[in-house]
């Protein structure tokens, strides 16, 4: 099991949080820029010293070791390959340095180049590559070492969109194969829900919530977490009461709403999606949002099924 207790303080910023994580659990940090998360990656790594605290991995204290006593593989955002190294070199280079013989550091180098499919590649420079692949080389790298515990930091967030899906489902299934224990920091709640086994949510250097990805996405503690969660029916105390709700802050979760028969609106703003349509409908005053596979134009009068019940009562 890991187990922090870290507070670190920069000017204008204070990070303060306990965390634990499963053996074998892949944990995502998520929350937006500024909040804290890879300066938690580097504190566990040992690339920064903590104020106060303490890092325990499988009942060790590993506070005052130096980062390559740790057992740790970190894979960075921009990779951070030797461009002077082939690729082969580049996944061996940790092996060299923890003096692996020759013979278990190449069978271990070509296990891994055989399950990142980078075989043919590995008498290559890393700026012969694209980016998918000079990313599940700097993957391979983090895990030759057979790490104990992987940090990932916004791995996926130097790459295209096209790129950026076609890897999240790899990375999904190689962290699942490996069974390292893992800490993921995104600012992707998509890329943290399919990569993960729990989610924890920081704001401003705390810790807001953590649970499995669709409790945190389900029953968000407070209006903050909802929204960053990309729920759109927020519903203050005035509009709640419009409705027909207690006057107190609201989630209307996406099952709540449904064209039919229910409440008189109006249709204020189509999304067209491809696949799906976004309608933005005003009902009884409140501005309210829903998908359907078709939706009527805008300016469109239609009724609006609202399930009360299914309504969250939020902390504010």
Request: a neutral charge; aromatic letters at 6%.
């Amino acid at each position: 099991m890991l187990e922090l207790s870290l507070e670190k303080s920069f000017p204008g910023f204070q990070l303060a949080l306990d965390l634990m994580a499963q053996e074998g659990e892949v944990l995502a940090l998520l929350g937006p820029s500024g909040s804290g998360k890879s300066t938690l990656l580097r504190l566990i790594a040992g690339l920064l010293a903590p104020d106060r605290g303490f890092v325990r991995f499988g009942g060790v204290d590993l506070t005052p070791l130096p980062p390559e006593r740790r057992g740790v593989g970190f894979l960075f955002q921009d990779y951070a390959l030797f461009p002077h190294l082939t690729v082969a070199e580049n996944v061996a280079f940790g092996l060299v340095e923890a003096r692996w013989p020759r013979a278990e550091r190449e069978a271990r180098v070509r296990e891994l180049l055989e399950r990142m499919e980078l075989l043919s590649h590995a008498g290559k420079r890393p700026q012969e590559l694209s980016g998918g692949e000079q990313q599940r080389v700097a993957l391979a790298r983090a895990l030759a070492p057979k790490p104990r515990l992987l940090l990932l930091d916004e791995p996926l967030g130097a790459l295209d969109l096209r790129l950026r899906e076609e890897l999240l489902f790899f990375l999904r299934r190689t962290l699942r194969e490996t069974r390292v224990t893992t800490l993921l920091v995104t600012h992707d709640q998509g890329e943290a829900f399919l990569l993960a086994h729990r989610v924890a949510v920081i704001r401003q250097g705390r810790l807001v919530q953590v649970g499995r990805p669709e409790e945190v996405y389900t029953k968000p503690k407070d209006a903050w977490t909802a929204r960053f969660m990309g729920h759109k029916n927020l519903l203050s105390p005035e509009e709640s009461q419009r409705i027909g709700l207690p006057p107190k802050p609201h989630l209307l979760p996406p099952g709540a709403l449904r064209l039919g028969e229910g409440a008189e609106g109006v249709v204020e703003e189509r999304l067209y999606y491809g696949p799906r349509v976004g309608l933005w409908v005003r009902v009884k005053g409140v501005r309210l949002y829903l998908e359907a596979q078709e939706g009527p134009e805008e300016g469109t009068p239609i009724r609006l099924h609202l399930d009360l019940n299914q309504a969250l009562p939020l902390e504010g």
